[in-house]
């Protein structure tokens, strides 16, 4: 009957060795499928924002390739000197108050 008892008390003891084991390697499993699960949607958006970056880059791009052109000349020339063109109807504001 002794023998019996050890044998059962071996067999619980490997089965809870067995159980705590695996409990272990089970948490640690999960943990490295959340983590590879953040990186995943870390690298997507980091993937989205060279996407944008590049979008911006090859707007100026294109702007340096046309900053040169009499169209972009003339521009300017609006916006910071306020130059018009002949055939162009100027509106003086007297309503001004400074």
């Given at each position: 009957?002794?023998?019996?008892?050890?044998?059962?008390r071996k067999l619980i003891r490997n089965f809870?060795?067995?159980?705590?084991?695996?409990?272990?390697?089970?948490?640690?499993?999960?943990?490295?499928?959340?983590?590879?699960?953040?990186?995943?949607?870390?690298?997507?958006?980091?993937?989205?924002?060279?996407?944008?970056?590049?979008?911006?880059?090859?707007s100026l791009k294109e702007d340096k390739l046309?900053?040169?052109?009499?169209?972009?000349?003339?521009?300017?020339a609006r916006k910071t000197l306020g130059l018009?063109?002949?055939?162009?109807?100027?509106?003086?504001?007297?309503?001004?108050?400074?």
């Open positions: 009957m002794k023998k019996a008892q050890k044998k059962n809870l060795l067995i159980g705590i084991v695996a409990y272990f390697v089970c948490s640690a499993f999960f943990g490295v499928i959340s983590r590879i699960s953040d990186y995943k949607t870390e690298i997507a958006a980091i993937n989205s924002r060279i996407e944008a970056e590049k979008e911006i880059n090859r046309n900053m040169h052109s009499d169209e972009n000349y003339k521009k300017i018009v063109e002949p055939g162009d109807k100027v509106y003086i504001n007297t309503n001004d108050n400074k």
